[in-house]
């Protein structure tokens, strides 16, 4: 049985950081992308960083583009999100998803069919 959980969320000044955490379980990291997802309030949930099964690629979103890093260890769990210079606009639930990993699909495009229950960031002086 897939499970994700997410871990790290918690309340940040403008301009300092968290690093959040996604453990997963039930499944061959090598064969599944891992991603980031965010919903602030009011707003439709967007992806804002991925990383491939197998060589652990990695894409961004434009928005958080140098400030964000997705990370893991080869094969392994956790898949961190390392989040520095946060703004008021960063302010979301974030989390963390997996779906399997074809080969000559892009990482945005999977269907990410397992989530993690989420973990509230908020960016707030």
């Known amino acids: 049985q897939v499970q994700l959980v997410e871990s790290g969320g918690g309340l940040v000044q403008p301009g300092g950081s968290l690093r959040l955490s996604c453990a997963a379980s039930?499944?061959?990291?090598?064969?599944?992308?891992i991603a980031w997802f965010r919903q602030a309030p009011g707003k439709e949930r967007e992806g804002i960083a991925y990383?491939?099964?197998?060589?652990?690629?990695?894409n961004s979103q434009d928005s958080v583009k140098g400030r964000f890093t997705i990370s893991r260890d080869p094969a392994k769990t956790p898949v961190y999100l390392q989040m520095d210079n946060l703004k008021p606009e960063d302010t979301a639930l974030y989390y963390c998803?997996?779906?399997?990993?074809?080969?000559?699909?892009?990482?945005?495009?999977?269907?990410?069919?397992?989530w993690g229950p989420g973990t509230q960031v908020t960016v707030s002086s």
């Open positions: 039930g499944f061959t990291l090598d064969y599944f992308a």
């Open positions: 998803a997996s779906g399997r990993h074809y080969a000559g699909v892009a990482v945005r495009s999977i269907p990410y069919g397992y």
């Open positions: 990383i491939s099964g197998r060589g652990g690629k990695t």
